[in-house]
Protein backbone atom coordinates (compact mmCIF):
# COMPACT_ATOMS: atom_id res chain seq x y z
CA UNK A 1 0.00 0.00 0.00
CA UNK A 2 0.89 3.31 -0.99
CA UNK A 3 0.96 5.07 2.63
CA UNK A 4 2.78 2.30 4.26
CA UNK A 5 5.40 2.13 1.63
CA UNK A 6 5.83 6.05 1.77
CA UNK A 7 6.71 5.34 5.54
CA UNK A 8 9.00 2.31 5.31
CA UNK A 9 11.01 4.11 2.57
CA UNK A 10 11.46 7.21 4.37
CA UNK A 11 11.57 4.90 8.13
CA UNK A 12 14.49 2.81 6.08
CA UNK A 13 17.05 5.94 4.89
CA UNK A 14 16.75 8.47 7.77
CA UNK A 15 18.28 8.02 11.01
CA UNK A 16 15.03 9.88 12.97
CA UNK A 17 13.69 8.78 16.62
CA UNK A 18 10.90 5.83 16.13
CA UNK A 19 8.82 7.22 18.51
CA UNK A 20 8.63 10.16 16.68
CA UNK A 21 7.68 8.29 13.27
CA UNK A 22 5.05 6.25 15.18
CA UNK A 23 3.23 9.08 16.45
CA UNK A 24 2.79 11.10 13.23
CA UNK A 25 1.77 8.04 11.51
CA UNK A 26 -0.69 7.38 14.23
CA UNK A 27 -2.13 10.95 13.53
CA UNK A 28 -2.43 10.56 10.28
CA UNK A 29 -4.47 7.42 10.33
CA UNK A 30 -6.44 8.88 12.93
CA UNK A 31 -7.49 12.14 10.77
CA UNK A 32 -8.57 9.48 8.08
CA UNK A 33 -10.76 7.43 10.38
CA UNK A 34 -12.41 10.72 11.77
CA UNK A 35 -12.91 11.62 8.79
CA UNK A 36 -15.23 8.26 7.71
CA UNK A 37 -16.69 7.15 11.06
CA UNK A 38 -16.48 11.06 12.55
CA UNK A 39 -14.26 9.53 16.20
CA UNK A 40 -11.47 7.51 16.72
CA UNK A 41 -12.38 7.29 19.63
CA UNK A 42 -13.10 2.99 19.50
CA UNK A 43 -10.24 2.56 16.61
CA UNK A 44 -6.53 1.34 17.61
CA UNK A 45 -3.94 2.01 15.22
CA UNK A 46 -0.65 -0.55 15.76
CA UNK A 47 2.24 0.75 13.85
CA UNK A 48 5.47 -2.24 13.18
CA UNK A 49 8.37 0.41 12.77
CA UNK A 50 10.98 -2.29 12.38
CA UNK A 51 8.93 -3.68 9.32
CA UNK A 52 6.83 -0.81 8.25
CA UNK A 53 3.33 -3.14 9.13
CA UNK A 54 0.30 -1.15 10.32
CA UNK A 55 -2.48 -2.55 11.65
CA UNK A 56 -5.96 -0.63 11.58
CA UNK A 57 -8.87 -2.03 14.75
CA UNK A 58 -12.27 -1.16 14.85
CA UNK A 59 -12.92 -2.25 18.67
CA UNK A 60 -16.81 -2.33 19.91
CA UNK A 61 -18.82 -3.91 22.45
CA UNK A 62 -20.80 -7.10 21.56
CA UNK A 63 -24.39 -6.92 22.84
CA UNK A 64 -27.29 -9.35 22.38
CA UNK A 65 -28.72 -9.46 18.76
CA UNK A 66 -30.83 -6.59 18.93
CA UNK A 67 -30.12 -4.42 21.23
CA UNK A 68 -27.64 -2.04 18.98
CA UNK A 69 -28.24 1.43 19.76
CA UNK A 70 -24.64 2.75 18.81
CA UNK A 71 -23.54 1.31 15.68
CA UNK A 72 -19.90 3.10 16.14
CA UNK A 73 -19.11 1.64 19.99
CA UNK A 74 -21.29 -1.53 19.75
CA UNK A 75 -21.85 -4.76 17.35
CA UNK A 76 -25.00 -7.85 17.75
CA UNK A 77 -23.60 -11.08 18.97
CA UNK A 78 -24.36 -12.77 15.50
CA UNK A 79 -22.01 -10.30 13.46
CA UNK A 80 -19.51 -10.94 15.95
CA UNK A 81 -19.44 -14.51 15.49
CA UNK A 82 -19.32 -13.86 11.90
CA UNK A 83 -15.61 -12.17 12.95
CA UNK A 84 -14.32 -14.99 15.39
CA UNK A 85 -17.43 -17.59 16.63
CA UNK A 86 -15.29 -17.30 20.20
CA UNK A 87 -17.01 -13.94 20.69
CA UNK A 88 -19.57 -13.88 23.92
CA UNK A 89 -21.97 -11.08 24.58
CA UNK A 90 -20.02 -8.74 26.94
CA UNK A 91 -16.71 -8.84 25.40
CA UNK A 92 -14.66 -6.64 22.92
CA UNK A 93 -14.90 -7.32 19.18
CA UNK A 94 -11.74 -6.42 17.43
CA UNK A 95 -12.64 -6.30 13.75
CA UNK A 96 -9.21 -5.41 11.65
CA UNK A 97 -10.02 -3.10 8.52
CA UNK A 98 -8.56 -2.67 5.13
CA UNK A 99 -7.35 0.49 4.40
CA UNK A 100 -8.27 0.44 0.95
CA UNK A 101 -11.94 0.44 2.47
CA UNK A 102 -11.21 3.97 3.22
CA UNK A 103 -11.54 5.24 -0.44
CA UNK A 104 -8.98 6.21 -2.89
CA UNK A 105 -8.79 9.80 -2.96
CA UNK A 106 -9.08 9.47 1.02
CA UNK A 107 -5.59 7.61 1.09
CA UNK A 108 -4.03 9.36 -1.70
CA UNK A 109 -4.84 13.16 0.65
CA UNK A 110 -3.65 10.65 3.49
CA UNK A 111 -0.32 10.09 1.92
CA UNK A 112 -0.04 13.93 1.01
CA UNK A 113 0.03 14.50 4.84
CA UNK A 114 2.29 12.15 5.47
CA UNK A 115 4.68 12.78 3.06
CA UNK A 116 4.51 16.58 4.65
CA UNK A 117 4.67 16.20 7.88
CA UNK A 118 7.86 13.46 7.66
CA UNK A 119 9.46 16.26 5.12
CA UNK A 120 8.86 18.87 8.25
CA UNK A 121 10.24 16.15 10.64
CA UNK A 122 13.19 15.70 8.45
CA UNK A 123 14.23 19.60 8.60
CA UNK A 124 13.19 20.30 12.13
CA UNK A 125 16.07 16.21 12.28
CA UNK A 126 18.81 18.78 10.37
CA UNK A 127 18.25 22.20 12.09
CA UNK A 128 18.52 20.06 15.37
CA UNK A 129 21.94 18.59 13.85
CA UNK A 130 23.46 21.71 13.35
CA UNK A 131 22.17 24.92 15.36
CA UNK A 132 24.98 24.00 18.40
CA UNK A 133 27.61 22.97 15.97
CA UNK A 134 28.63 26.63 15.01
CA UNK A 135 32.45 26.63 15.04
CA UNK A 136 32.74 23.49 13.80
CA UNK A 137 34.98 22.51 10.88
CA UNK A 138 32.94 20.29 7.86
CA UNK A 139 34.35 19.48 4.36
CA UNK A 140 31.94 19.18 1.79
CA UNK A 141 31.60 18.58 -2.10
CA UNK A 142 30.50 21.45 -4.37
CA UNK A 143 26.98 20.52 -5.54
CA UNK A 144 26.39 23.76 -7.36
CA UNK A 145 27.42 26.95 -8.28
CA UNK A 146 24.95 29.77 -8.07
CA UNK A 147 25.57 33.46 -8.99
CA UNK A 148 25.83 34.67 -5.08
CA UNK A 149 26.26 31.30 -3.15
CA UNK A 150 28.01 27.90 -3.18
CA UNK A 151 25.68 24.71 -2.88
CA UNK A 152 28.04 22.23 -0.83
CA UNK A 153 26.96 18.97 0.11
CA UNK A 154 28.44 18.12 3.58
CA UNK A 155 30.36 15.23 3.20
CA UNK A 156 29.08 13.27 6.67
CA UNK A 157 25.28 14.17 6.67
CA UNK A 158 24.75 14.27 3.06
CA UNK A 159 22.62 17.72 3.70
CA UNK A 160 23.18 20.75 1.64
CA UNK A 161 25.19 23.61 3.34
CA UNK A 162 25.64 27.20 1.65
CA UNK A 163 28.70 28.97 1.64
CA UNK A 164 28.04 32.51 0.38
CA UNK A 165 30.06 34.29 -2.10
CA UNK A 166 31.22 36.81 0.79
CA UNK A 167 32.37 33.82 2.64
CA UNK A 168 35.01 33.00 0.35
CA UNK A 169 38.55 34.17 0.60
CA UNK A 170 39.75 36.35 -2.21
CA UNK A 171 40.95 33.58 -4.81
CA UNK A 172 39.16 31.26 -4.07
CA UNK A 173 38.33 29.64 -7.12
CA UNK A 174 35.86 26.17 -6.82
CA UNK A 175 34.02 23.89 -9.63
CA UNK A 176 31.49 21.80 -8.79
CA UNK A 177 32.81 18.45 -7.20
CA UNK A 178 35.36 20.15 -5.63
CA UNK A 179 36.08 18.92 -1.74
CA UNK A 180 35.66 22.54 0.14
CA UNK A 181 36.58 22.82 3.87
CA UNK A 182 35.06 25.31 5.68
CA UNK A 183 33.18 25.81 9.45
CA UNK A 184 29.84 25.99 10.24
CA UNK A 185 28.96 30.13 10.73
CA UNK A 186 25.33 30.11 11.17
CA UNK A 187 22.48 28.48 11.61
CA UNK A 188 18.78 29.09 10.90
CA UNK A 189 15.05 28.09 9.69
CA UNK A 190 14.11 30.30 7.42
CA UNK A 191 10.71 29.68 5.84
CA UNK A 192 10.80 26.40 7.62
CA UNK A 193 13.74 25.57 5.50
CA UNK A 194 17.09 24.81 7.60
CA UNK A 195 19.85 27.75 6.36
CA UNK A 196 23.20 26.40 7.49
CA UNK A 197 25.52 29.36 6.35
CA UNK A 198 29.67 28.34 6.28
CA UNK A 199 32.40 30.29 6.18
CA UNK A 200 35.92 30.47 4.71
CA UNK A 201 36.58 34.23 5.81
CA UNK A 202 36.02 33.87 9.68
CA UNK A 203 38.72 33.64 12.11
CA UNK A 204 37.36 30.25 13.79
CA UNK A 205 38.55 28.56 10.30
CA UNK A 206 41.93 29.54 10.85
CA UNK A 207 41.66 28.31 14.94
CA UNK A 208 40.00 25.83 13.08
CA UNK A 209 42.80 24.28 11.04
CA UNK A 210 45.64 25.35 13.47
CA UNK A 211 43.74 22.77 15.37
CA UNK A 212 44.25 20.05 13.20
CA UNK A 213 48.03 20.73 12.13
CA UNK A 214 49.01 20.89 15.92
CA UNK A 215 48.21 18.37 17.86
CA UNK A 216 49.57 20.17 20.99
CA UNK A 217 46.58 22.76 20.76
CA UNK A 218 43.74 20.15 20.66
CA UNK A 219 45.69 18.61 23.48
CA UNK A 220 44.90 21.83 25.71
CA UNK A 221 49.01 22.41 25.93
CA UNK A 222 48.57 25.27 23.44
CA UNK A 223 45.77 28.01 24.22
CA UNK A 224 44.81 30.72 21.36
CA UNK A 225 43.84 33.51 23.31
CA UNK A 226 42.98 35.39 19.64
CA UNK A 227 42.63 35.67 16.13
CA UNK A 228 42.00 38.52 13.71
CA UNK A 229 42.18 38.13 10.19
CA UNK A 230 42.17 40.19 6.70
CA UNK A 231 40.85 36.89 4.61
CA UNK A 232 43.34 36.10 1.86
CA UNK A 233 45.43 38.99 3.06
CA UNK A 234 47.19 38.73 6.31
CA UNK A 235 46.16 36.93 10.23
CA UNK A 236 47.67 37.17 13.46
CA UNK A 237 47.19 35.10 15.80
CA UNK A 238 47.98 35.46 19.61
CA UNK A 239 48.84 31.76 21.65
CA UNK A 240 49.87 30.80 24.79
CA UNK A 241 51.49 27.73 26.84
CA UNK A 242 50.75 26.77 30.38
CA UNK A 243 53.50 24.62 30.08
CA UNK A 244 57.17 26.39 30.21
CA UNK A 245 58.75 23.68 28.45
CA UNK A 246 56.90 24.16 25.23
CA UNK A 247 56.94 27.25 22.96
CA UNK A 248 53.96 28.02 22.02
CA UNK A 249 55.09 29.84 18.61
CA UNK A 250 57.54 27.63 17.37
CA UNK A 251 54.70 24.49 17.84
CA UNK A 252 52.25 26.37 15.85
CA UNK A 253 54.80 27.29 12.90
CA UNK A 254 56.34 23.85 13.28
CA UNK A 255 59.87 22.20 11.88
CA UNK A 256 60.88 24.95 8.85
CA UNK A 257 57.15 25.65 8.71
CA UNK A 258 55.85 22.70 7.80
CA UNK A 259 52.82 23.11 10.26
CA UNK A 260 51.82 26.11 8.95
CA UNK A 261 52.76 25.94 5.40
CA UNK A 262 49.65 23.57 4.92
CA UNK A 263 46.95 26.15 6.64
CA UNK A 264 48.34 29.25 4.42
CA UNK A 265 48.44 26.79 1.35
CA UNK A 266 44.48 26.31 2.24
CA UNK A 267 44.00 30.10 2.96
CA UNK A 268 44.88 31.11 -0.22
CA UNK A 269 48.55 32.00 0.81
CA UNK A 270 47.46 34.27 3.68
CA UNK A 271 50.38 36.46 5.47
CA UNK A 272 50.17 34.25 9.21
CA UNK A 273 52.02 35.89 12.49
CA UNK A 274 52.42 33.83 15.28
CA UNK A 275 52.85 35.68 18.48
CA UNK A 276 52.96 35.12 22.38
CA UNK A 277 50.29 36.27 24.26
CA UNK A 278 50.90 38.75 26.92
CA UNK A 279 49.36 40.87 29.55
CA UNK A 280 51.94 43.27 29.27
CA UNK A 281 50.15 45.80 27.21
CA UNK A 282 53.23 47.08 25.38
CA UNK A 283 55.57 43.99 24.85
CA UNK A 284 51.85 43.21 23.04
CA UNK A 285 51.97 45.70 20.95
CA UNK A 286 55.36 45.52 20.12
CA UNK A 287 55.00 41.57 19.06
CA UNK A 288 51.40 42.66 17.45
CA UNK A 289 53.21 44.49 14.94
CA UNK A 290 55.84 42.15 13.86
CA UNK A 291 58.13 41.81 11.81
CA UNK A 292 58.85 45.52 12.78
CA UNK A 293 61.03 46.73 15.20
CA UNK A 294 59.40 48.59 17.57
CA UNK A 295 61.76 51.25 19.01
CA UNK A 296 59.46 53.23 21.67
CA UNK A 297 55.94 53.06 22.91
CA UNK A 298 53.98 55.23 24.85
CA UNK A 299 50.48 54.14 26.16
CA UNK A 300 47.47 56.16 26.99
CA UNK A 301 45.26 53.70 28.61
CA UNK A 302 42.53 56.10 29.56
CA UNK A 303 41.61 56.52 25.39
CA UNK A 304 42.78 52.94 24.59
CA UNK A 305 45.87 54.79 22.71
CA UNK A 306 49.11 53.84 21.79
CA UNK A 307 52.01 56.29 19.94
CA UNK A 308 54.18 53.30 18.84
CA UNK A 309 58.09 55.40 17.42
CA UNK A 310 60.10 53.40 14.77
CA UNK A 311 63.08 54.13 12.86
CA UNK A 312 62.16 54.92 9.27
CA UNK A 313 63.51 51.85 7.57
CA UNK A 314 60.79 49.86 10.18
CA UNK A 315 57.97 52.31 9.47
CA UNK A 316 56.72 50.48 6.30
CA UNK A 317 57.08 47.05 7.70
CA UNK A 318 54.87 48.29 10.73
CA UNK A 319 52.15 49.74 8.20
CA UNK A 320 52.27 46.97 6.47
CA UNK A 321 51.13 46.88 2.34
CA UNK A 322 47.56 48.88 2.06
CA UNK A 323 47.85 49.01 5.99
CA UNK A 324 47.21 45.63 6.48
CA UNK A 325 49.60 44.94 9.06
CA UNK A 326 48.92 47.78 11.44
CA UNK A 327 44.95 47.65 11.52
CA UNK A 328 45.29 44.03 12.63
CA UNK A 329 47.56 44.75 15.48
CA UNK A 330 45.16 47.40 16.44
CA UNK A 331 42.26 44.95 16.68
CA UNK A 332 44.37 42.15 18.19
CA UNK A 333 45.71 44.38 21.22
CA UNK A 334 42.42 46.38 21.15
CA UNK A 335 44.54 49.83 21.04
CA UNK A 336 44.45 52.29 18.23
CA UNK A 337 48.11 52.62 17.21
CA UNK A 338 49.68 55.84 15.73
CA UNK A 339 52.95 55.30 14.11
CA UNK A 340 55.67 57.57 14.25
CA UNK A 341 59.01 57.98 12.80
CA UNK A 342 61.90 58.87 14.82
CA UNK A 343 63.38 62.12 13.97
CA UNK A 344 66.81 62.02 12.81
CA UNK A 345 68.93 65.40 13.66
CA UNK A 346 70.28 65.59 10.32
CA UNK A 347 66.62 65.58 8.77
CA UNK A 348 65.16 67.91 11.14
CA UNK A 349 64.30 70.11 7.88
CA UNK A 350 62.19 67.24 6.64
CA UNK A 351 58.59 68.83 5.91
CA UNK A 352 55.52 66.55 6.58
CA UNK A 353 53.87 64.91 3.70
CA UNK A 354 49.99 67.05 5.02
CA UNK A 355 51.31 70.31 4.39
CA UNK A 356 51.58 69.66 0.40
CA UNK A 357 47.49 69.16 0.55
CA UNK A 358 46.61 72.29 -1.21
CA UNK A 359 49.35 70.84 -4.52
CA UNK A 360 48.85 67.21 -4.16
CA UNK A 361 45.25 65.36 -3.58
CA UNK A 362 44.49 63.58 0.03
CA UNK A 363 44.41 60.44 -1.47
CA UNK A 364 47.76 60.37 -3.04
CA UNK A 365 48.86 60.96 0.41
CA UNK A 366 47.37 58.45 1.59
CA UNK A 367 49.14 55.84 -0.76
CA UNK A 368 52.28 57.26 0.36
CA UNK A 369 51.42 57.01 4.22
CA UNK A 370 50.63 53.60 3.85
CA UNK A 371 54.10 52.39 2.56
CA UNK A 372 55.20 54.00 5.46
CA UNK A 373 56.02 57.64 3.89
CA UNK A 374 54.56 60.36 5.95
CA UNK A 375 57.41 62.78 4.95
CA UNK A 376 58.92 64.72 1.87
CA UNK A 377 62.34 63.13 2.04
CA UNK A 378 60.92 59.85 3.22
CA UNK A 379 59.68 59.91 -0.24
CA UNK A 380 62.57 61.63 -2.09
CA UNK A 381 64.74 58.43 -0.42
CA UNK A 382 63.03 55.72 -3.07
CA UNK A 383 63.47 55.98 -6.28
CA UNK A 384 60.73 56.34 -8.92
CA UNK A 385 60.83 52.75 -9.85
CA UNK A 386 60.11 51.62 -6.19
CA UNK A 387 57.42 54.37 -5.30
CA UNK A 388 55.66 53.23 -8.53
CA UNK A 389 56.23 49.11 -7.31
CA UNK A 390 54.68 49.61 -3.66
CA UNK A 391 51.85 51.91 -4.26
CA UNK A 392 48.83 51.90 -6.82
CA UNK A 393 50.15 55.26 -8.06
CA UNK A 394 50.51 55.92 -12.42
CA UNK A 395 54.30 56.43 -13.01
CA UNK A 396 53.21 60.49 -14.19
CA UNK A 397 51.36 61.37 -10.84
CA UNK A 398 54.73 59.89 -8.88
CA UNK A 399 56.72 62.25 -11.17
CA UNK A 400 54.01 65.11 -10.56
CA UNK A 401 55.04 64.33 -6.82
CA UNK A 402 58.41 63.97 -6.81
CA UNK A 403 58.96 67.43 -8.77
CA UNK A 404 56.50 69.13 -5.98
CA UNK A 405 58.66 67.56 -3.28
CA UNK A 406 61.87 68.58 -4.57
CA UNK A 407 61.07 72.17 -5.74
CA UNK A 408 60.47 72.74 -1.66
CA UNK A 409 63.65 72.04 -0.99
CA UNK A 410 65.46 73.41 -3.31
CA UNK A 411 63.43 76.85 -2.88
CA UNK A 412 64.19 76.31 0.83
Known sequence: MNLIESFSQFKAGKNMDRPTLVRVLEDVFRTLIKKKYGSDDNFEVIVNTTNGDLELWKVREIVPDGEVTDVLTQISFSEAQLIDEDYEVGE????????????RRAIMAARQTLVSRITELEKEDVYKKYKDRAGELVLGEVGQIMKKDLLVIDDA?????????????????????????????????????????????????????????V?????????????????GIRAKVAVESYDDRIDPVGACVGMKGSRIHG?????????????????????????????????????????????????????????????ANIKLASRLTKYEIDIYREVDENLIDDVDLDEFSDEIEEWIIDQFKNIGCDTAKSVLDLNREE?????????????????????????N
Open 92 to 103: ECYEQLDVESFG
Open 157 to 213: TDNELILPRSEMIKGDFFRKGDMIKAVIKHVEMRNNNPIIIISRTDSKFLEKLMEQE
Open 215 to 231: PEIEDGLITIKDIVRIP
Open 263 to 323: IVRELRNENIDIINFTNNTILYIQRSLTPAKVSKIELDDENMKAAVYLKPDQVSMAIGKNG
Open 387 to 411: LARRTDLEEETIDDVLNILQSEFEE
